[in-house]
């Protein structure tokens, strides 16, 4: 399977405790997108990557959020101080952009559950 | 108010039905109009995509786009147990479609 792929797929913590997740993209894939989904929600953007930089990010992502993608592969998403209110499924996105390409399409991973107690 | 606007079911229709499914946008900066199918405990799949007004049609199901109503719609036709999801649309302003606000989702079940 060459899809995106995400790790873990669940996570349980308690409060105050930091987290990370990886993401791959696929493999030719130059974006990488992280987003956050609750139940009944849609994904809500949180930040993206043009190979190794970090172009947007949300106002969703406050400071204790903080996205890598180092070397313009895989990708980590880490909270620290987990609050109650982080518990979500983070999604992860990539797609390929270039010259001659009017649009990217996202394909998605199957998400990282985050429940904090 | 929400920029994307999305009833959220859940939409229980039998199996052969023609399913809509509609999305009231407020920012009409948005030209790149998607449709995500989302299985449960899956990500988003992407169905289809609509660059600004018009219908585009795939297999059974057809996109449509109202710009001056910002209205968009998906059309699903003889519907099947396997099309229950959760079905998203999600539009773009930029061109790259990079920064994608979804709306809601709606809960479909196709009963067989």
């Known amino acids: 399977d060459t899809g995106v792929s995400q790790d873990p797929r669940h996570k349980i913590t308690k409060r105050g405790q930091n987290v990370t997740f990886r993401c791959d993209p696929i493999s030719e894939h130059n974006r990488l997108y992280w987003y956050r989904q609750t139940l009944g929600q849609g994904p809500e953007f949180l930040t993206y990557f043009q190979n190794e930089a970090q172009l947007e990010k949300s106002r969703l992502l406050s400071d204790r959020f903080s996205a890598e993608r180092p070397k313009g592969s895989f990708s980590t998403l880490e909270i620290q101080r987990t609050e109650q209110g982080d518990s979500a499924m983070y999604l992860c996105?990539?797609?390929?952009?270039?010259?001659?390409?009017?649009?990217?399409?996202?394909?998605f991973g199957p998400g990282t559950r985050l429940t904090v107690l | 108010q929400k920029e994307v606007e999305q009833d959220p079911g859940p939409l229980s229709v039998p199996e052969g039905a023609i399913v809509s499914l509609n999305c009231t946008y407020s920012?009409?900066?948005?030209?790149?109009f998607m449709w995500y199918r989302q299985y449960s405990r899956k990500g988003p799949e992407l169905l289809m995509y609509t660059y600004s007004s018009g219908n585009k049609e795939d297999g059974r199901f057809t996109a449509q786009v109202d710009k001056s109503s910002k209205y968009i719609s998906l059309f699903i036709r003889d519907s099947q147990p396997s099309d229950s999801a959760t079905y998203l649309c999600a539009m773009s302003a930029d061109s790259s479609a990079s920064k994608i606000i979804f709306g809601s989702g709606t809960r479909l079940s196709i009963r067989p």
């Open positions: 920012n009409s900066a948005f030209q790149y």
């Open positions: 996105a990539s797609s390929l952009t270039g010259a001659g390409r009017n649009t990217d399409t996202q394909y």
